[in-house]
Nanobody, 111 residues
Framework: QVQLVESGGGLVQAGGSLRLSCVVS????????MAWYRQAPGAQREFVAR???????GYADSVKGRFTIARDNAKNKGYLQMNRLKSADAAVYYC?????WGKGTLVTVST
């Protein structure tokens, strides 16, 4: 059974940084792509970043240059480093390894 558990969310001031983690079990990141999505209150879930099993990355335009996705195959963990956070980044962030989703971690940005 695939399980994804996110952590690292919290309250941060605008301009600050957070690092999200996703512990993956039941499936290997070395052979699967991983993505981060987010959902703000009243909004649809949206794509944030993706890393393929061969290491190629892709980002939503809104986070390009500020966020970095990474993974550690040995630990079967994924990460999302978020810098220069804005109020628009506030959301619940979800880890996704097809077809499974984590339960999310909340990021709140104060201005």
């Amino acid at each position: 059974q695939v399980q994804l558990v996110e952590s690292g969310g919290g309250l941060v001031q605008a301009g600050g940084s957070l690092r999200l983690s996703c512990v993956v079990s039941g499936i290997s990141l070395s052979t699967n792509s991983m993505a981060w999505y987010r959902q703000a209150p009243g909004a649809q879930r949206e794509f944030v970043a993706r890393i393929t099993n061969w290491g190629a990355t892709g980002y939503a335009d809104s986070v390009k240059g500020r966020f970095t996705i990474a993974r550690d195959n040995a630990k079967n963990k994924g990460y999302l480093q978020m810098n220069r956070l804005k109020s628009a980044d506030a959301a619940v962030y979800y880890c996704h390894v097809r077809p499974s989703w984590g339960k999310g971690t909340l990021v709140t940005v104060s201005t």
